[in-house]
């Protein structure tokens, strides 16, 4: 057990479906997967383990920004060994997505300085794992989503206050605005992990402000495309 985490060894899956809000994680593991079972309650950061399609797969929060992301997937991947993890969030889209658009990142640019006393000075660009990447694209295919693969932006600011930041990014071909995959990109590269973030668009964003949002109701439970394609993608690695 860690401090985070109440989970015994071998009680979390070696595929985790990790999703900001914990309630989420909830509603992913009582709809989809069958016989879950609930491992961590620490800080109200729910984790469960059952079974979709036959195969071993758990579902847990992560919290909201870097910092508590990197507590949460630190943890799995090093104390738990933990080999693949995909996000599920929301994020901010920019013109021209679409509310609800699916959003697979490739790369995740950020503005934290969180790891700069590890690469010192160098400009890290942390990635997707390319056979989930690919792996998740062919999923959607299959199920008749269109989702839009791309760059997105991890911020240490929810409410972005920058001149402009946002329209130098889309005009850089960044699809949106999030805040953890940054950091998850970083860790995973380092304990040697596969990883991958997909998010759905939940606000319309045009410079820094927000012209369009989903009710939060709807970004707890009813995304739901991005919940097939994390799925179908998770069971392809489970052990």
């Known amino acids: ?136 694209v062919e999923k959607a295919e299959e199920l008749g989503i269109s989702p839009h693969v791309g760059p997105v932006f991890c911020s240490d600011v929810f409410y972005q206050t920058s001149p402009d930041a946002h329209n130098i990014l889309a005009a850089h071909g960044v699809l949106g605005a999030e805040m953890e995959s940054a950091a998850l990109y970083t860790l995973a590269a380092r304990y040697g992990c596969r990883a991958l973030a997909m998010m759905t668009v939940s606000d319309l964003l045009s410079g820094n402000t927000s012209v369009g949002k989903c009710t939060p109701e709807e970004r707890q439970s009813s995304f739901s495309d991005m919940m097939k394609i994390a799925l179908e993608t998770a069971v392809c690695f489970a052990e």
Request: overall charge neutral; charged content about 20%; hydrophobic content about 40%.
């Open 1 to 136: 057990m860690t401090p985070h985490n109440s989970a015994r060894k071998g009680e979390i899956a070696s595929t985790v479906i990790m999703s900001g809000d914990p309630l989420r994680a909830k509603y992913i593991a009582e709809t989809y997967l069958e016989h879950p079972v609930c491992f961590n309650e620490v800080r109200g950061m729910l984790g469960f383990t059952g079974f979709y399609r036959g195969e071993r797969l758990s579902v847990m929060g992560h919290g909201m920004g870097m910092p508590s992301i990197a507590i949460y997937v630190t943890e799995l991947m090093t104390e738990y060994d933990v080999k693949n993890i995909i996000r599920i969030g929301s994020c901010g889209g920019f013109a021209p997505l679409k509310l609800k658009d699916v959003v697979i990142a490739m790369s995740a640019s950020t503005d934290s300085a969180m790891f700069e006393p590890d690469f010192k000075g160098i400009h890290y660009a942390p990635t997707a794992n390319f056979e989930l990447l690919r792996t998740a």
